[in-house]
């Protein structure tokens, strides 16, 4: 299998070309003498180690979400997550990578001994630019041999500042109003990789901060991401019988304030976290929905007391992480007659709109010739408060009376997905592309 290095990256891959292909070589003849090709020598191997170096500084340059290390039938390829994208980086010769996944296992203090288990985690701070960078790695047994994915936790972007999730200013005075409360329930609901835990964290600091350390944290999570001084981290286990469900029992009798639980996933964490968050704790949490309205008869549906959801709930957030079109080289045009009809009609906003913009499918060299650089958060927000309770009870489960009814009732605290769509939209953060996939 061929894999081509994208135009933009090559620099990254020719650089260090011929120091990969040469270990690559020498490591290929100590695995057949198998005098020379032990776990020890690779720790130690200088090359090995000042590749891994060089991976995980570019990836941090690039500002990747993730690494990934694989091995195909002639070569072995890095691969880093930029934005929603996969993008080849460097090629590795085939036998230099068994190498390079020894180094890393090292570092991550995994052994080296079982490594066909079907999947071994472990972290590894690495440093770079004077910051240090913790990195959760998972490592698996694949066909053509052993694979590892690096997760970047950009732990630095934590201080607590709500600013920096990019909120727009209705959503982020009512997420710093709830964040202030002694009880009740704040829930995110969004996809796998949309920014939840990075929201949810940087709540937690913001409380931390914001009282000075006085209130007693936990967090329950599958596993711990980002780690966090004078936060009570709890990772599941369901080996040991941790889940979220027994750890929040057991936490709930260690006298917290604040409880950060990973996900609501059943009955037994539904009925327990609803309850905590009538009984003097604030509870930070996500859940499966495909936006803010559903959250509720999603909770109702896992059994939660529809008594205790009415006084328990506080706010609920939507989120999705999209690319951000490169604003040095997005191409500014007309909006077409069928895409204005098509925003008149539905993003709710009373105003026009007669330029967006497109992806430069050439990219350009400060996006690495992709088109798109970084991501950007688009929300919608609920606030539970009585006029959305009046209308639970109005609408009776039914979401697009629900939404109707909120846009129309005054006090209600309810930004819809559609709104920000349309703010991206017109700042030339995403093409009509992007705004179609979100709203259906």
């Given at each position: 299998?061929?894999?081509?290095?994208?135009?933009?990256?090559?620099?990254?891959?020719?650089?260090?070309?011929?120091?990969?292909?040469?270990?690559?070589?020498?490591?290929?003849?100590?695995?057949?003498?198998?005098?020379?090709?032990?776990?020890?020598a690779i720790r130690a191997d200088k090359r090995l180690n000042q590749l891994a170096d060089i991976i995980l500084n570019e990836a941090i340059e690039m500002k990747a979400k993730d690494i990934h290390i694989n091995q195909w039938s002639?070569?072995?390829?890095?691969?880093?997550?930029?934005?929603?994208?996969?993008?080849?980086?460097?090629?590795?010769?085939?036998?230099?990578?068994?190498?390079?996944?020894?180094?890393?296992?090292?570092?991550?203090?995994?052994?080296?001994?079982?490594?066909?288990?079907?999947?071994?985690?472990?972290?590894?701070?690495?440093?770079?630019?004077?910051?240090?960078?913790?990195?959760?790695?998972?490592?698996?047994?694949?066909?053509?041999?052993?694979?590892?994915?690096?997760?970047?936790?950009?732990?630095?972007?934590?201080?607590?500042?709500?600013?920096?999730?990019?909120?727009?200013?209705?959503?982020?005075?009512?997420?710093?109003?709830?964040?202030?409360?002694?009880?009740?329930?704040?829930?995110?609901?969004?996809?796998?990789?949309?920014?939840?835990?990075?929201?949810?964290?940087?709540?937690?600091?913001?409380?931390?901060?914001?009282?000075?350390?006085?209130?007693?944290?936990?967090?329950?999570?599958?596993?711990?991401?980002?780690?966090?001084?004078?936060?009570?981290?709890?990772?599941?286990?369901?080996?040991?019988?941790?889940?979220?469900?027994?750890?929040?029992?057991?936490?709930?009798?260690?006298?917290?304030?604040?409880?950060?639980?990973?996900?609501?996933?059943?009955?037994?964490?539904?009925?327990?976290?609803?309850?905590?968050?009538?009984?003097?704790?604030?509870?930070?949490?996500?859940?499966?929905?495909?936006?803010?309205?559903?959250?509720?008869?999603?909770?109702?549906?896992?059994?939660?007391?529809?008594?205790?959801?009415?006084?328990?709930?506080k706010m609920v957030l939507y989120q999705t992480l999209q690319d951000r079109l490169c604003p040095h080289c997005k191409i500014p045009e007309p909006i077409s007659v069928a895409d204005k009809r098509w925003v008149d009609r539905q993003l709710r906003v009373n105003k026009e709109m007669l330029l967006v913009h497109r992806r430069n499918p050439?990219?350009?060299?400060?996006?690495?010739?992709?088109?798109?650089?970084?991501?950007?958060?688009?929300?919608?927000?609920?606030?539970?408060?009585?006029?959305?309770?009046?209308?639970?009870?109005?609408?009776?489960?039914?979401?697009?009376?629900?939404?109707?009814?909120?846009?129309?009732?005054?006090?209600?605290?309810?930004?819809?997905?559609?709104?920000?769509?349309?703010?991206?939209?017109?700042?030339?953060?995403?093409?009509?592309?992007?705004?179609?996939?979100?709203?259906?």
């Open positions: 299998m061929e894999v081509q290095v994208q135009e933009g990256h090559e620099l990254f891959y020719d650089k260090e070309k011929t120091m990969d292909v040469s270990f690559g070589e020498e490591y290929r003849k100590r695995q057949k003498t198998d005098t020379f090709f032990t776990a020890n002639k070569e072995g390829i890095v691969e880093f997550r930029l934005g929603n994208d996969l993008v080849p980086i460097r090629r590795i010769h085939k036998h230099a990578v068994d190498g390079l996944i020894i180094v890393l296992r090292n570092r991550a203090e995994v052994s080296v001994e079982n490594i066909h288990a079907l999947e071994i985690s472990g972290r590894i701070t690495h440093t770079f630019g004077g910051k240090d960078y913790d990195m959760r790695v998972a490592f698996m047994p694949a066909t053509n041999g052993q694979t590892a994915v690096i997760r970047i936790l950009y732990s630095s972007m934590l201080n607590g500042n709500i600013e920096i999730l990019g909120l727009p200013d209705m959503v982020k005075i009512e997420l710093e109003r709830v964040l202030k409360l002694k009880e009740g329930m704040v829930i995110l609901a969004g996809g796998t990789g949309s920014g939840k835990t990075t929201t949810l964290y940087t709540g937690i600091v913001h409380i931390q901060k914001s009282t000075r350390g006085k209130k007693k944290i936990y967090a329950i999570e599958d596993p711990v991401e980002y780690r966090v001084d004078g936060v009570t981290q709890i990772s599941t286990d369901e080996i040991r019988g941790v889940t979220f469900a027994t750890a929040l029992k057991s936490i709930l009798r260690g006298d917290p304030n604040v409880i950060l639980l990973g996900e609501i996933n059943d009955k037994s964490t539904a009925f327990t976290a609803v309850r905590s968050a009538t009984t003097g704790h604030l509870m930070l949490t996500t859940i499966h929905a495909n936006n803010t309205l559903e959250v509720r008869n999603a909770l109702s549906q896992l059994g939660a007391n529809p008594l205790d959801l009415g006084t328990a709930l050439d990219g350009c060299k400060e996006c690495f010739h992709k088109g798109v650089k970084g991501q950007i958060l688009l929300v919608e927000m609920l606030g539970a408060n009585r006029a959305y309770n009046r209308g639970v009870e109005q609408t009776k489960g039914d979401i697009y009376k629900m939404q109707d009814y909120l846009l129309e009732t005054e006090g209600a605290k309810y930004y819809p997905l559609e709104w920000d769509v349309f703010k991206h939209l017109e700042t030339g953060n995403i093409d009509m592309a992007t705004a179609y996939q979100l709203i259906d």
